[in-house]
Structure formats: C-alpha cells, structure tokens
C-alpha cells in the first residue's frame, strides 16, 4: 500500500481515539452501551439466519471500533490485511 493509504489510516485511527477514548462519564456509557448492543461479549448465534446475520453485523461494527482504539497504527495496518 501506498504512504498515502498508511496517512489516511493513521488519520482515521486518530479520530477514532478523538472521538471514543475521551476520558469522560459519557465516553464510557456510549461504549459499554454499545458493548451490550452489539454483543461484544457473547454469541451473536439465533436459530433464525436473517436475525444471527444481524447481529454479526452489529458485533463487527463494534469491533472496528475497538481496532481503531486498542491497535497501534502497525498493528491496524496488519490487521486490516494490508501487506
């Protein structure tokens, strides 16, 4: 990948941490609100396909989220498949 894709990463994880690691009250509810929506900490499996699809869905925003937070900008990078 190019030095301008690594920017553009580096400038999205960036404002992932502006925005969510606020060391604030309201920072923290969004976030373990968020958790508990998009099932961070359980099976997002449903007998119904449609439902477990949704909800998969809600899980790997939440994820992204965490990425952005908790990686470094190497770590990021490698786990967003870049080479």
Wanted: contains cysteine; negative net charge; glycine residues 2%.
């Amino acid at each position: 990948m190019s030095e301008s894709a690594k920017a553009y990463l580096e400038q999205r994880r960036l404002a992932y941490l502006r925005t969510f690691k606020a060391e604030d009250a309201d920072t923290r509810v969004v976030l373990h609100d968020l958790a508990r929506f998009c099932r961070a900490e359980e099976s997002t499996f449903h007998p119904d396909a449609r439902v477990s699809a949704q909800l998969d869905g809600r899980r790997e925003v939440y994820l992204r989220i965490m990425q952005h937070l908790n990686l470094t900008e190497e770590q990021l990078w490698a786990a967003l498949g870049a080479p």
